[in-house]
């Protein structure tokens, strides 16, 4: 195991170490929410990528040494990415609330805080909020061979389904 694996695998039990801790002195409280929160919400995602309502924080940028980014996703209930793919795969850590994850051919399954989710490379897939629920998320993406390639909207029907 080489450095840059053992310090990716250090942040990520430091995110949810520090997600189970109950010291509300270093907690953030959203707004419009009482609940607290160890990472700040972000800006709201403003491209086409997703529909519904969205929040992005990006924690680490990818760059030429290590090409992992790491960032939190807040979905508001029923939002979600389009279909896409990532060259070098995704880690998607479940921080709080229910979320969908559905691969290519497969059906969709319900995500819950505390779950893990390992998205092959080049497997089109999709992710977000349950109709009802928020969910946030931490994703680990390797840039390594390559963006994230988006694909199509998730229709209602999809995403229902």
Request: hydrophobic content about 40%.
């Amino acid at each position: 195991m080489n450095y840059k694996n053992i310090a990716m695998l250090l942040l990520i039990g430091v995110a949810l170490f520090s997600c189970n801790q109950q010291n509300e002195s270093a907690q953030i409280t959203q707004p419009g929410s009482q609940k607290p929160t160890v990472f700040a919400k972000g800006e709201i995602i403003t491209n086409d990528n997703f529909t519904g309502t969205a929040w992005l924080n990006n924690l680490v940028q990818a760059d030429s040494i290590n090409q992992n980014a790491v960032g939190i996703v807040t979905f508001e209930p029923g939002a979600r990415t389009k279909w896409h793919s990532h060259p070098a795969g995704q880690i998607i850590l479940a921080l709080d609330g229910v979320g969908y994850y559905q691969e290519k051919g497969s059906l969709k399954i319900i995500v819950n805080k505390g779950d893990v989710v390992k998205c092959p490379a080049d497997m089109p897939h999709w992710h977000g909020a349950s109709a009802g629920t928020a969910f946030v998320q931490i994703a680990v993406t390797s840039r390594q061979n390559g963006p994230t390639v988006w694909l199509t909207p998730v229709t209602d029907e999809e995403y229902t389904y």
